[in-house]
């Protein structure tokens, strides 16, 4: 990717802009709308929340839907990844109690989209559980599986015939490791045994729900039903044996425990987990192991069950075995690895991200050796940075990454569509608004909360239109506008 050919996306490629409902949407009591996990975590621990702006608000996407449209409109993407917040819908999570109200947001938005030939790519669960069910034991309450199922039923009801992508989850390892097997995430349950539980859980949530599609909608709507991973790239430190060994954990662990069970032609999750959570299990005294098995069914179930790989993308580490010993049991003792990055890599503003484009590339080739060139979306790819609309780090960021895509692309990758993260900045989970993703800068202390374009909102519009990545290109100042775009009219829903 750094030498001096000229690559292009092809025409039919896909180019769209993501964000999640707790992230953006604010208005959280509003009309109806149940209390989410998030909400509950953000209220009880202002403290967990750096710089004290939680998704009350956030950038009030909830009032502003139309402006969020303009923007998408002026970047000229073919797509918008948004998520629906299940307990705006169904406030208690149950099927038994539908908000009309809390739809209805979703209907403006959808219409709005569609009117404008911008495609809406729905995600169905970003995070906020709604905390009735959470006080059910949320994940890892094996009824789970058949709440998100009847949500999901709901959902696809109502939006079949306007919504052609949808992404069943986001990212069950953040789902189940970071917040059911520690503190970092809402519900911050903090215990091993959750965390695994809850991964056999969503991940057959995420296997029913495109069951339901395939046997209730797939024939008459002709939409496509993925699953967004965190597809972050891991290498070993220095080619050691030891620290191959530790990579291997590292890609079974972090990919495997989710790749395997859908895109394996095996199925299940991978031999390596089983054996090492199952050992250590019977060591620490457990009568079975912590990672529950999964049956025949939910093997059958799971295998095959995604239209497309919703690749999120955004950084490498890189591994060798860990020198210190964890707590036991835990996550990071099964895995038993540490992790660093280049110190060359430039570091955006989050801790765990640098710039290293060449694990975009090797991550595509992994998934192509491992999962046989599995039809591929990067449903998440970005970088954060401090506010300023002048964001050369973000732009020199996707500049990079796109040269890395384009490389895996003419290398046989699968990828028909990149979505950047984030349209807009918004609410960073427990870093708040101290880490900034967007497109669009907002500005959080005005009432309406004022959507301005960055830099690199400008650049990635002009990639979009050229197809082609050109490092010299410099707008003459950031003024942002609609451009007319026929192109968008010959959009196909097929993959
Ligand atoms: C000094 C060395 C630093 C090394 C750090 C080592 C820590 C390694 C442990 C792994 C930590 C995971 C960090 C990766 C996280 C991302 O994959 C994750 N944040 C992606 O989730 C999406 O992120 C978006 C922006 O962060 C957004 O929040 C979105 O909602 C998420 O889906």
């Not at 050691?240 to 299940?268: C, H, M």
């Not at 895995?335 to 060359?344: F, H, T």
């Not at 590339?361 to 506010?387: F, M, Q, R, V």
């Amino acid at each position: 990717y750094s030498d001096t050919k000229k690559r292009k996306f092809p025409e039919n490629f896909l180019f769209g802009a993501a964000t999640s409902a707790y992230q953006v949407e604010g208005g959280w009591e509003d009309d109806g709308k149940g209390e989410s996990i998030w909400d509950r975590f953000a209220h009880k621990h202002p403290e967990a929340i750096v710089d004290g702006r939680n998704g009350d608000v956030a950038s009030d996407s909830y009032h502003n839907w139309r402006r969020d449209v303009e923007m998408l409109r002026e970047l000229g993407v073919d797509f918008y990844r948004f998520s629906i917040s299940w307990p705006r819908v169904l406030p208690n999570g149950f099927e038994n109690n539908i908000n009309e109200n809390g739809f209805k947001y979703y209907d403006d938005l959808i219409d709005e989209l569609l009117k404008h030939s911008i495609q809406p790519m729905v995600t169905l669960y970003h995070f906020d559980l709604p905390q009735e069910l959470q006080d059910l034991g949320g994940w890892t309450n094996p009824l789970s599986v058949n709440w998100f199922e009847e949500y999901a039923r709901i959902v696809f009801k109502r939006y079949a015939e306007k919504v052609k992508f949808w992404i069943t989850i986001n990212q069950p390892n953040t789902i189940c490791v970071e917040g059911y097997g520690s503190k970092a995430m809402a519900p911050a349950i903090n215990s091993i045994d959750s965390a695994y539980e809850c991964v056999k859980n969503v991940m057959l949530a995420h296997a029913k729900a495109y069951d339901v599609y395939k046997k209730e909608f797939k024939k008459k709507h002709e939409g496509n039903v993925g699953i967004a991973i965190a597809v972050n790239w891991y290498d070993p430190i220095t080619n050691s044996t030891e620290n191959a060994e530790a990579v291997e954990k590292a890609r079974a662990f972090q990919l495997g425990l989710y790749l395997d069970p859908i895109f394996s032609k095996e199925g299940n999750f991978p031999v390596l987990v089983r054996k090492i959570v199952d050992k250590k299990s019977q060591e620490q005294g457990y009568s079975t192991s912590r990672l529950p098995k999964l049956s025949f069914q939910e093997i059958q179930l799971l295998k095959g069950s995604a239209d497309f790989l919703g690749m999120n993308h955004y950084t490498t580490f890189l591994v060798k075995p860990s020198q210190q010993k964890y707590p036991s049991p835990s996550f990071e003792d099964d895995v038993g690895v540490e992790y660093s990055q280049g110190e060359q890599w430039t570091k955006a503003k989050s801790s765990w991200l640098r710039s290293a484009p060449y694990g975009l590339y090797k991550a595509c080739i992994y998934l192509n050796l491992n999962y046989d060139y599995p039809k591929i979306i990067i449903t998440e790819h970005g970088w954060s940075s401090d506010p300023g609309l002048r964001d050369s780090s973000r732009v020199d960021n996707l500049r990079g990454y796109f040269g890395a895509l384009l490389l895996a692309m003419e290398d046989a990758t699968q990828v028909v569509g990149y979505t950047a993260w984030s349209l807009m900045d918004n609410v960073e989970w427990t870093a708040g608004t101290s880490e900034r993703f967007g497109l669009y800068e907002v500005d959080f202390e005005s009432e309406n909360k004022t959507r301005k374009a960055r830099l690199s909102a400008l650049v990635l519009k002009n990639i979009i239109e050229t197809r082609e990545v050109n490092l010299d290109w410099k707008p003459k100042n950031l003024k942002i506008h609609i451009t007319k775009n026929d192109k968008k009219n010959n959009y196909k829903a097929e993959l």
